[in-house]
């Protein structure tokens, strides 16, 4: 999903975050989705720096 922003679309279809066993796997499948949904880059960079701000404000 990283790598290719179109993977997105398709994973969503099918994983949920319930579907992740370990909390910092739902973390980063959150930032994905939220900078995807708001029509961000969904690169690396871009999901380390959403996934700090959700660290900091819990959100």
Do not use: C, Q, W
Not at 24 to 39: F, K, Q, S, T
Not at 41 to 54: A, G, H, K, L, N
Request: charged residues 25%; glycine residues 4%.
């Amino acid at each position: 999903m990283m790598r290719s922003p179109d993977a997105v679309a398709d994973v969503v279809k099918t994983v949920r975050t319930a579907s992740f066993y370990r909390p910092a796997h739902e973390l980063i499948y959150n930032a994905v989705l939220e900078l995807y949904a708001n029509g961000d880059p969904t690169d690396p960079i871009s999901d380390s720096r959403r996934i700090v701000r959700m660290l900091i404000t819990g959100a």
